[in-house]
């Protein structure tokens, strides 16, 4: 069904809006951690959030999920306002800490969650050994989760955001702990998963990340404090490395806050 002009938030193009969020203000108890946050993401996008420990991503990424109601502003995800249940399977997430069944094998873990969101067999079927085989864990299925590492334990809580195929990926913090070679060949399958249309949104301190990602958003404080390609912000901060310009833009904040 074709959007309606009442759907969009004001003012934004949202013409291929998968995520919009618009003038977004969370709090929890009487301390307010997103200010007035809003941004769009949009189809076939990989858009990383970056900024430190405490900023504010998790609490926006739970806002986008519909975990979280805005207190104030709105979340829109595919046209519909969030929170909002029936959207649940229609995003793939992978959190920061690992939600896994030690006790289970990784094949019992990819059954599980696909099992809930409602896949049938012949689906878990084809889907396992394709993403399995995309996080490298292909050989380790019949593993019990409990003797996986760090890092194998990352790879499979990505298999299982991707189990359902769904049209948006929330991934956080998803190359913690994953060596080089892996990094890349999950980002050479993100890569061909927004060429058939997906949505990836993903958080990161990882720079090579947010350099290889379409679009930067900076959180700082609660607060969108700089937006646009790697590039772009790069050229934004006059700064030689992204990893600098996160710096300026951090300076450039802190004498903001002073001068209040
Ligand atoms: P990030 O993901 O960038 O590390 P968070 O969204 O987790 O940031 O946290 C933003 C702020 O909100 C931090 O100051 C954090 O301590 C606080 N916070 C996060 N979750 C809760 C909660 N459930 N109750 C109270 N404060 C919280």
Not at 77 to 95: C, K, T
Request: proline share 5%.
């Amino acid at each position: 069904m074709p959007q309606s002009d009442n759907n969009r938030p004001g003012g934004d193009n949202t013409d291929d809006a998968v995520v919009s969020v618009s003038h977004v203000c969370q709090s929890y108890g009487k301390t307010e951690v997103l200010h007035d946050v809003s941004l769009t993401i949009r189809r076939g996008e990989i858009v990383a959030l970056i900024g430190p420990s405490g900023s504010g991503k998790t609490t926006l990424v739970s806002s986008i999920m519909g975990m979280l109601a805005p207190q104030s502003g709105a979340v829109q995800v595919l046209g519909e306002h969030m929170p909002n249940r029936r959207l649940l399977g229609g995003i793939g997430y992978m959190a920061q800490n690992d939600a896994l069944y030690t006790d289970l094998t990784a094949l019992e873990n990819l059954r599980f969650f696909g099992t809930v969101l409602s896949m049938s067999k012949q689906q878990l079927h084809a889907a396992i050994p394709q993403v399995a085989g995309v996080v490298g864990l292909a050989k380790d299925l019949h593993t019990k989760v409990g003797n996986f590492s760090g890092g194998m334990k990352r790879r499979l809580s990505l298999a299982i955001a991707m189990i359902s195929n769904p049209p948006i990926l929330i991934l956080d913090e998803p190359t913690v702990g994953i060596d080089p070679e892996l990094r890349r060949q999950i980002w050479t399958e993100l890569r061909r998963l927004t060429g058939e249309g997906k949505t990836i949104l993903l958080t990161t301190h990882v720079m090579e990340d947010a350099q290889q990602s379409d679009r930067l958003i900076m959180i700082r404080d609660g607060m969108n404090i700089a937006e646009g390609t790697p590039d772009a912000v790069v050229r934004q901060f006059s700064a030689p490395t992204l990893e600098d310009a996160f710096i300026a833009a951090g300076k450039g904040q802190d004498a903001h806050h002073s001068n209040r």
